[in-house]
Structure formats: structure tokens, C-alpha cells
């Protein structure tokens, strides 16, 4: 398998959570995936999740410099 590169996350952080409850919702309600669709959806919601996170860190982080 080829090597590619993260995709560029171009949202919101409400935007990408939203996203990941439909990820989340449309596994939960179908019943059977091939796993390689169950691959791609697992892959897309991991980087969101991570793109939410670094949202967080950086408002972690700013805040942080706010309080010096």
C-alpha cells in the first residue's frame, strides 16, 4: 500500500466533531461494512479526532499565555 500524505482538514472544530457523530452514527446503523469501508470511515473520524485535539491544545496553550 502506498504511502499518503494526511489530508488537510479545511473546518471547524464544531465542524469535524459534527462529522465524527455522523461517522459515528452511520457505523452504528449499518449492518454490514466491507472492511475496507469500515477502514476508510475509522481513518477519516481518527483525523478529525486529531485535528480536534490539536484545536484543543492550542486553545489550551493560549490560554495558558493569556493567564502570564
Given at each position: 500500500m502506498a504511502?499518503?500524505?494526511p489530508t488537510?482538514?479545511?473546518m471547524?472544530?464544531?465542524e469535524a466533531i459534527k462529522?465524527?457523530?455522523q461517522?459515528?452514527?452511520n457505523l452504528e446503523q449499518t449492518e454490514a461494512l466491507s472492511v475496507t469501508e469500515y477502514q476508510k470511515k475509522?481513518?477519516?473520524a481518527k483525523q478529525l479526532l486529531d485535528f480536534c485535539q490539536a484545536q484543543l491544545v492550542e486553545?489550551?496553550?493560549a490560554l495558558a499565555?493569556?493567564?502570564e
Open positions: 504511502h499518503t500524505s488537510l482538514i479545511v471547524t472544530y464544531d462529522r465524527v457523530e461517522i459515528v452514527q475509522a481513518k477519516e486553545m489550551e496553550k499565555d493569556d493567564k
